[in-house]
């Protein structure tokens, strides 16, 4: 049983560390990323910073980031994006062979380049998936992006573990068979009930997706006896699309 991995990006990004591995691969949407871009770039920076509802500073470097994005130089994606699941991913840790088998089965959700593998160049953006943008006469990204990454997928893969937030996964989930996608949940025991701690569930998800692809791992099932960091396939509390994990 094959399976593609669904990750979320972040809104951080460390683009100089990024700049000491190659880029391999160029990302399958470039040219909707470039129509989002130019449709960001067509928008007043106030409009642009009230529809992002972020900060002035971040503002002013979103607009830096618009201005700088076609002549800027590309980095890998999974050495560029810089949050708690990625530290848990570690991915300067990871082999030549394990960044190969990412390569091939990694999907990384992007609000503005759609799905990248590992080692696609990008450039410096912020692009929330959420964000209510209107793109021609697309309401917001999720219309925008529709069936399109679901339909590019399809072709390499039938099944999917969805290490993604709910955020990103639901542009590809509504167009796949549900019976065919596994999305485990970390959880906390706290006061003797299972609670999310989002940091925590963040870090462990690129905890599994490193062992994942270290252990070259190629059936779901076996996952179930994941136990790093203390967490425990809890069968009473999951069921056959959501598997959870408490400590």
Not at 74 to 84: K, R, S, V
Not at 138 to 151: E, G, I, P, R
Not at 204 to 216: D, S, T, V
Request: charged share 30%; proline share 6%; aromatic share 10%.
């Amino acid at each position: 049983m094959s399976f593609h991995i669904l990750f979320s990006p972040t809104k951080n990004l460390r683009t100089d560390f990024a700049k000491r591995f190659p880029v391999e691969s160029t990302p399958a949407f470039i040219e909707e990323a470039s129509i989002l871009h130019d449709t960001l770039m067509k928008m007043r920076p106030k409009a642009v910073q009230a529809m992002m509802k972020i900060s002035d500073k971040i503002a002013s470097e979103v607009s830096d980031r618009l201005a700088e994005w076609k002549d800027a130089e590309p980095t890998p994606a999974i050495f560029t994006y810089d949050g708690e699941a990625f530290r848990g991913l570690s991915p300067e840790t990871l082999d030549e062979k394990a960044l190969q088998l990412a390569q091939e089965r990694l999907v990384i959700l992007s609000g503005l380049y759609g799905m990248l593998k590992p080692l696609d160049g990008i450039k410096p953006y912020r692009l929330e998936m959420q964000t209510k943008m209107k793109v021609g006469k697309q309401v917001n990204l999720y219309h925008f992006w529709n069936h399109k990454m679901a339909k590019a997928l399809e072709p390499k893969s039938e099944f999917l573990l969805n290490l993604a937030s709910e955020e990103y996964s639901k542009v590809i989930l509504p167009f796949w068979d549900r019976k065919k996608v596994v999305s485990p949940v970390f959880m906390e025991w706290n006061d003797g009930n299972p609670k999310t701690v989002m940091m925590y569930a963040k870090h462990a998800r690129g905890k599994m997706l490193h062992y994942i692809l270290k252990e070259n791992v190629k059936e779901l099932e076996p996952l179930k006896a994941y136990g790093l960091d203390g967490y425990v396939y809890a069968p009473s509390l999951s069921d056959e699309q959501r598997w959870v994990f408490t400590r």
